[in-house]
């Protein structure tokens, strides 16, 4: 796996590099970033996962373009290696705005579950946005979600915002709901961090933690929408 991350990393860098000399029929924006997530009560724990992503995004006019995310992961309660490759189609509305769908797949070991959905990011003066409507299609067990995701900027440096989340798989409701924080350390260089609770069917709940950090390039700091996935809605995924 590590091998692997180091080719993602090379590949989006080396994307990254050349944005300057590109036009808006190329590549417009490309982020490479690491976070770790990690339950931190009651019976999960110390369940965790480190996941080491990529994206890139194709402009084909001001109004359409591609977004390809890659993630590469290690679920350290399972021992198990996951990855993740998303492709979303995007229509701006305007500079602020913009809609899409997304369709994808999260592998884990041998397993697999694809992922499909509609989307919505943008920007209202000093409040950023995203959100999604998610529909996974596992091996027996589907699953519909609804992410929602918010910050606001207090100053050129700092941004403070919240996450929500639902997922319904078969018989079991699951809520996010999450603090988030982001800081620059330099142009184009962010540390983030969220700590939340998620509960499981309105009975039992669980707190979280999460940091990062996130390097981005292009013309608007950062890919449009976030990434997708049923991996990704957790902050660690339970051996069995």
């Not at 884990?108 to 989307?119: I, K, L, R, T």
């Not at 299609?137 to 992410?147: C, F, K």
């Not at 260089?189 to 939340?196: I, P, Q, S």
Request: charged share 20%; proline share 2%.
């Amino acid at each position: 796996m590590r091998s692997e991350m180091k080719k993602l990393l090379a590949a989006v860098l080396c994307t990254a590099a050349a944005l300057p000399q590109v036009g808006m029929a190329e590549v417009v924006n490309a982020e490479v970033g690491f976070d770790y997530g990690a339950f931190v009560g009651n019976d999960l724990s110390g369940v965790n996962k480190s996941e080491l992503s990529g994206s890139m995004e194709y402009a084909f006019s001001p109004q359409f373009s591609v977004q390809g995310d890659m993630a590469l992961r290690l679920l350290d309660d399972t021992d198990l290696d996951s990855h993740a490759f998303t492709l979303h189609g995007g229509y701006h509305l305007n500079d602020a705005t913009a809609v899409g769908l997304f369709v994808g797949r999260d592998w884990v070991e041998n397993g697999s579950v694809d992922f499909y959905g509609a989307e919505a990011a943008g920007q209202y003066g000093l409040i950023s946005y995203d959100g999604a409507l998610t529909h996974v299609d596992g091996d027996g067990a589907d699953a519909n979600a609804l992410t929602l995701s918010g910050a606001y900027a207090l100053n050129d440096q700092f941004d403070l915002g919240g996450r929500f989340g639902y997922m319904d798989i078969e018989d079991t409701d699951i809520t996010q709901l999450g603090v988030t924080a982001a800081y620059d350390l330099s142009p184009g260089l962010k540390m983030t961090g969220e700590v939340g609770v998620m509960e499981f069917d309105g009975k039992t709940s669980e707190s979280y933690i999460g940091v990062g950090i996130k390097a981005t390039f292009g013309q608007q700091g950062g890919t449009t929408f976030d990434r997708r996935g049923f991996v990704d809605f957790f902050p660690g995924l339970v051996g069995g």
